[in-house]
């Protein structure tokens, strides 16, 4: 950590979606926090590709830097600009969100509420809820993804939140060697609990995220999810999450039933669920017979 260094480092990776990072950036340098406050840390973690190339064409603001890290995978990328960020905090999002212009500023006021979480009693993972948003008309998959949305709430109660919108203090982050680099996805949960610290829920601290609009995009984050599930962490855990997949999805069904909805939009998100059931018992069948996990 750099005393001298900007209180946040905003760590952002990329695989291919640079045409979604200057949308990102826009909104960046509208945060009410100022310039000055934090830095923003892209990192293009393609691995057949490489600087110069797509990510060199992407006008940069004058507190953002760009990295690359050839090791596949979300996590690997941002231990890799954590190794190298000087803010005090590290707020982590993706390429394809949009948060308003007082994020930064809202995590800025719950960590000085909190006593900066610079002392150790004081130390909290603090997550911000994530909106969804969708086109018009919207498609059955966005319908799909809006119902059930990134439920940040529910997680943070949980004791986790999603990286899409997620402030670690630097100091908790390198105490714990950052996240699991081998993971495609589950690791933000792994990490919060190994972390064993509160992980409190910022409400103006929102960001808004797109749904997925198509099925090759939405299977491939589900193959991709189901990745993380059954083939790391513990024994128990991987076994508990084999025997939910086998298991037909009657909460998430019960939940779009009851959404506030109209009817037809709530039965082409049903029809979604139960197809990507059948994406899921295909991949961890796959997995199982030792298949390696997909990135996303």
């Not at 997550?127 to 998959?141: L, Q």
């Not at 939910?244 to 959404?259: E, G, M």
């Amino acid at each position: 950590m750099d005393l001298n260094g900007p209180r946040f480092s905003v760590i952002v990776p990329v695989y291919r979606h640079w045409a979604l990072v200057p949308e990102l950036l826009a909104a960046l340098e509208a945060q009410t926090i100022g310039a000055a406050a934090f830095e923003i840390l892209i990192v293009d973690n393609d691995p057949v590709g490489g600087l110069p190339g797509p990510a060199s064409e992407i006008a940069l603001p004058g507190n953002a830097r760009l990295l690359a890290e050839r090791a596949p995978g979300a996590y690997a990328a941002r231990n890799a600009a954590a190794a190298r960020a000087r803010g005090r905090s590290f707020v982590f999002t993706d390429a394809d969100c949009r948060p308003p212009p007082h994020w930064l500023a809202a995590f800025a006021a719950a960590e000085d509420a909190a006593g900066d979480g610079m002392a150790e009693e004081g130390e909290a993972l603090l997550a911000g809820p994530i909106r969804m948003t969708w086109g018009t008309p919207p498609s059955s998959c966005e319908l799909f993804e809006a119902l059930r949305g990134i439920p940040q709430e529910r997680y943070a109660r949980n004791g986790y939140a999603a990286t899409a919108n997620l402030a670690v203090p630097a100091a908790v982050f390198r105490r714990l060697g950052g996240f699991d680099a081998d993971r495609f996805s589950g690791g933000d949960a792994d990490f919060c609990r190994r972390a064993g610290l509160p992980v409190r829920l910022v409400p103006e601290a929102v960001t808004r995220h797109p749904c997925r609009a198509d099925w090759a995009d939405l299977s491939r984050k589900i193959r991709r999810v189901k990745g993380g599930q059954i083939a790391a962490g513990s024994r128990r855990r991987r076994l508990a999450w084999t025997l939910r997949t086998l298991t037909p999805p009657v909460r998430a069904l019960a939940r779009f039933a009851r959404a506030e909805a109209p009817l037809a939009y709530r039965a082409r998100a049903i029809g979604v669920l139960f197809a990507l059931w059948g994406v899921e018992l295909a991949e961890t069948a796959r997995l199982l017979a030792g298949g390696r996990p997909e990135r996303g």
